[in-house]
């Protein structure tokens, strides 16, 4: 299995790039958002990798950060949502705003991606919701966890509900979203408690 990828950026165009290894190049299918956060040609650079097998070959995909292959491996999981819409949306929107849009169920947002549509949007929102809620369930998320109803901070009880989309337990989410300042907005609290997280 490959993990990851650490070496020399050798080449960068839309969607792609290729990352140099003990001289090796590797080339690497990526989104619009962890393109425009690689280094200068020629620096180092780390990308977290999925290897997608299919009887047409091999596609290496890459992504600057766990959180946003956590959201492509979610996308690839939901029927007839292949690695190319995956990315479309992940060149759309950050991890953080997809693992928003699914807890608000923000279907508008999503369809905005290239060639994906709204019937294409509501079905990943409904799948991965009940993934969620089922995970919940698996896991005992029924039991007490201190989460802020509604009324008292809706941000928060958004922003945990994101990271569980994003693959944290809901007691992980809790504990450290429960501390910070109420008055942020949801996508601030998802920021601050990623840092925290990873």
């Given at each position: ?19 140099e ?49 956590a ?25 953080e705003?997809?693992?928003?849009c ?40 029924t ?56």
């Open positions: 299995m490959l993990y990851s990828l650490r070496g020399k950026l050798t080449h960068v165009e839309a969607n792609f790039a290729v990352v290894c003990a001289g090796v190049g590797y080339g690497v299918r990526t989104s619009a958002v962890t393109i425009s956060k690689l280094p200068k040609m020629g620096e180092e650079v780390t990308l977290y990798t999925y290897l997608h097998v299919t009887e047409a070959g091999l596609d290496l995909f890459g992504f600057r950060d766990q959180s946003e292959l959201c492509f491996k979610m996308l690839i999981g939901v029927t007839r949502v292949g690695p190319k819409a995956a990315l479309s949306v992940l060149s759309s929107v950050t991890a705003q997809f693992a928003l699914v807890a608000s169920g923000d279907a508008k947002t999503l369809a905005r991606a290239p060639g994906l549509g709204m019937k294409t949007a509501q079905r990943i929102l409904l799948e991965l919701k009940d993934k969620v809620d089922k995970e919940q369930a698996a896991a005992g998320f039991e007490a966890v201190d989460i802020p109803a509604p009324g008292r901070s809706s941000n928060a009880g958004e922003a945990i509900s994101a990271l569980v989309v994003l693959g944290y337990t809901q007691s992980e989410a809790a504990s450290v979203v429960t501390k910070l300042p109420p008055e942020l907005s949801v996508e601030e609290m998802i920021k601050a408690a990623l840092k925290k997280l990873s």
